[in-house]
């Protein structure tokens, strides 16, 4: 039977830590604010974007939520963009993802400045990630090192492998686990014999965005399992990348889905916020 990793009660803990930091700040005078932009009208962005909000006043900071129309043109965009940069009550901006077809992502973000980038998708955060003197860390990879972390559970020296290449989870969640001296390996939708490699870690992380894809047979017997993926079933019902009925057994720990790595996202994201509103006094 595996420790199951109560991702909801973590980040409930490192949000009261965030209040209490922001309680300190206001009383200098500075309150963490974030900008967070949608465009058109995507369901799924637009409870992430109500969530993010809500967030925000638990912990006690401003918060602005621009819906622009589906039709917004980029350059609309950009001007919003330029005028949060120059505007000292916000410390952190965010461009909900993806973008309508027409506007181009990576134009977008690249034109965020770097001390307000609280996703930690511009280049120059990627970049500092990579030589691990970082401002930010990307939201869903900081949240389960935090995890991790609170856990108890020590990466150094353990083998670690991450299921999954994108920019936003797998790729950084390597480097983190990189940085804490675990021995990692990144596989992929062409690695071949994918179970030969899962059954090696320590540390198994995965964000794929398959249902219930790993299985108890991939798994080492005493291994930390960490499921970042988010998946609807017919039911409506949301469900991990791992099939937890049969890894759960094998597992040491296990992140639940939901009630694991999905809460720590957001706080993360607050996380962030906080310390581009501490950067801006010094
Ligand atoms: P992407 O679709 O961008 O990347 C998926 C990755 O999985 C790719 O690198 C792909 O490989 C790899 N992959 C796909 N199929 C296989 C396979 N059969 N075997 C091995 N690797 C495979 O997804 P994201 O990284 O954005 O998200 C992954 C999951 O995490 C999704 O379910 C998403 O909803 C969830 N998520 C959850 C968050 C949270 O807050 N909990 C936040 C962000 C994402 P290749 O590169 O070769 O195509």
Not at 31 to 57: H, M, R
Request: aromatic fraction near 2%.
């Amino acid at each position: 039977m595996a420790n199951i990793i109560d991702g909801k009660k973590i980040a409930s803990e490192v949000r009261a830590d965030i209040a209490a930091e922001c309680a300190a700040l206001k009383e200098k005078g500075i309150t963490p604010g974030l900008a967070v932009i949608i465009v058109g009208e995507d369901p799924a962005s637009k409870v992430y974007v109500k969530n993010k909000k809500k967030g925000c006043e638990e912990v006690g900071f401003h918060s602005e939520v621009y819906e622009l129309p589906e039709e917004t043109t980029e350059e609309e965009l950009l001007a919003l963009v330029h005028k949060l940069n120059g505007d000292d009550k916000i410390h952190g901006i965010l461009v909900q993802l993806p973008l309508p077809k027409h506007l181009n992502d990576e134009v977008i973000i690249q034109n965020i400045d770097p001390k307000k980038d609280v996703d930690a998708f511009h280049e120059i955060n990627v970049g500092k990630i990579m030589i691990g003197n970082h401002d930010f860390l990307p939201c869903t990879p900081a949240g389960v090192m935090v995890l991790l972390e609170r856990s108890g559970i020590e990466v150094s020296g353990k083998e670690c492998v991450v299921v999954g290449r994108s920019n936003i989870v797998g790729k950084p969640q390597a480097m983190l686990l990189l940085h804490a001296n675990g021995t990692v390996t990144i596989c992929h939708s062409r690695t071949k014999d994918l179970a030969e490699v899962t059954r090696r870690a320590d540390i198994l992380v995965v964000a794929i965005g398959k249902a219930d894809f790993i299985t108890g047979d991939m798994v080492k017997e005493g291994a930390v399992v960490i499921d970042v993926g988010m998946n609807r079933r017919a039911d409506g019902k949301l469900t991990g990348d791992v099939d937890f009925a049969t890894v759960e057994p094998k597992a040491s720990y296990i992140t639940p889905v939901p009630g694991g790595v999905g809460p720590m996202t957001i706080t993360m994201l607050l996380s962030n916020t906080l310390t581009a509103a501490k950067k801006s006094v010094k």
